[in-house]
Nanobody
Framework: QVQLVESGGGSVQAGGSLRLSCAASRYTSRTGSMGWFRRAPGKEREFVAGIDKYGGTGYADSVKGRFTISLDNTKNTLYLQMNGVKPEDTAMYYC??????????????????WGQGTQVTVSS
């Protein structure tokens, strides 16, 4: 069983920065893709960013140029560097793993393992 544990969430003012981390219990980062999703209050969960084992990345248009996803295979940890945050970035952020998939995928279905989430709140 793969376990994903997010950390790094919190409250930040608009324009500030935050770095989210996701520690994986196994070498899930080397078997396919990992990604970040988020769910804002009253909204569906949406794709934020993804990275595959070849280093390929993908971003939602709403975060492109502000957020950066990265993977440290030596620590089996996924990161999301969030710069220039906006109030609309307020959400619960989830880390997920999609073993066997590259691209990385942007849909939820390929992601079979999920963390519990970490809350990010951006004030104006």
């Amino acid at each position: 069983q793969v376990q994903l544990v997010e950390s790094g969430g919190g409250s930040v003012q608009a324009g500030g920065s935050l770095r989210l981390s996701c520690a994986a219990s196994r070498y899930t980062s080397r078997t396919g893709s990992m990604g970040w999703f988020r769910r804002a209050p009253g909204k569906e969960r949406e794709f934020v960013a993804g990275i595959d084992k070849y280093g390929g990345t993908g971003y939602a248009d709403s975060v492109k140029g502000r957020f950066t996803i990265s993977l440290d295979n030596t620590k089996n940890t996924l990161y999301l560097q969030m710069n220039g945050v906006k109030p609309e970035d307020t959400a619960m952020y989830y880390c997920a793993s999609a073993p066997g998939y590259i691209g990385p995928p942007r849909e939820e279905r390929p992601f079979s393992y999920w963390g519990q989430g970490t809350q990010v709140t951006v004030s104006s």
